[in-house]
């Protein structure tokens, strides 16, 4: 759905907030990528604490629906997830080995598949750049098997840094094409 006239009016007004925010991401990931270590701790505590709320409210639910067939089920999943969480918490850093692994394993199979959906697609112009993007990641994954797990200790402050500073110049550069 495009933007009407007014909605666009009200963007372009406030440009200088999206450059701000950018501005600040950008300087947020400049620091994050200053020291990686710290933004792999960061990143997982961020995860730990994602997965103790998850698993405190499962297993809130749990009890919620005792009486209920898959009570087993929410109870042990919310078990698992704050027992995750809390370690996290305990030992950052066997968690950030747990986290890169899982992440390598994850680019390596996700790269597999999009290498096999372009050339699935073969007969399509582009199916090229499906099958690139496929092996670049595959290759992302190898990489970060390879190091693994002595990497484990900064590849995820660097994905972080990476990601916010990414965020950051798209929303300078959102912001500077909102005021035109």
């Known amino acids: 759905m495009a933007l009407d006239l007014v909605a ?10 999206f450059v701000a925010l950018g ?16 933004a792999t701790v ?5 995860v730990g604490a994602i997965m103790l709320v998850a698993g405190l409210l499962q297993l809130f639910h749990a009890y919620r629906v ?8 929410w109870g042990l999943a919310g078990g698992c997830y704050t027992i995750a969480g809390i370690f996290a918490f305990i030992n950052p850093l066997l968690t950030s080995a747990v986290l890169t692994l ?6 390596l199979v996700a790269g597999l598949f999009r290498i096999w959906s372009g050339f699935t697609l073969r007969p399509l112009k582009g199916w090229g750049w499906i099958a690139l993007g ?7 994954g190898l990489i970060i098997l390879a190091g693994w797990p002595v990497n484990s200790l900064w590849i995820l402050g660097l994905f972080l840094a990476i990601d916010i500073t990414m965020q950051g110049l798209a929303l300078i550069a959102f912001g500077v094409l909102a005021k035109a």
């Open 102 to 107: 899982i992440m390598g394993v994850a680019l």
């Open 23 to 38: 501005v600040l991401l950008v300087m947020g990931g400049g620091i994050a990528l200053a020291n990686l270590f710290v």
């Open 66 to 73: 005792k009486g209920w067939q898959s009570v087993l089920y």
């Open 42 to 46: 960061v990143s997982v505590y961020y």
């Open 8 to 17: 666009r009016q009200k963007l372009s007004s406030k440009w200088g907030w």
């Open 134 to 140: 496929g092996l670049v990641t595959f290759l992302a």
